[in-house]
Every structure is written in C-alpha cells, then in structure tokens.
C-alpha cells in the first residue's frame, strides 16, 4: 500500500511498469527443453486415455449391474 504522501502512479505508467517487470521476470524463467516438453505431453495424453477407459469401464460394469438388478425387481 501508498504512503498518503505518495503521489498515485498514473494508470498508463502502470501498465508500462507492469509489463516491464513482468518481462525481466520471464528472462529470470528456467524453461524446459523441447524433449521434456514433449515426453510429459505425452505421458500426460497417454494418462488421460488410461484413466478415461477406467471410469468407461467402470461405468459400463455399474451400468450392466444396475440394469440386471431393474430387471429382477420388475
């Protein structure tokens, strides 16, 4: 927060400011390379499906289940 003797910053000096520090933190960034990038893509694509026919089956099992059980109480 201001001091109340601080005059506000104009709001346009903000966004520039703002910006500024917001690019030298970005160069501050360790990014990961293209092979790392890729390789937790990949497991991330591969997870998904894996656990995606998971809850398919699960939910094709509950709903072969429940339909045997409607049938015997009809």
């Given at each position: 927060m201001q001091p109340l003797t601080q005059k506000k910053e104009n709001p346009i000096q903000w966004l520039f400011r703002y910006l500024k520090e917001?690019?030298?933190e970005l160069k501050k960034v360790t990014w990961p390379s293209k092979q790392v990038t890729t390789k937790?893509?990949?497991i991330?694509?591969?997870l998904s499906i894996?656990?995606?026919g998971f809850f398919g089956g699960l939910d094709w099992v509950l709903n072969l289940g429940?339909?045997?059980l409607?049938?015997?109480t009809a």
């Open positions: 917001s690019r030298e937790y893509s990949l991330v694509v591969v894996v656990i995606a429940l339909e045997r409607i049938d015997l």
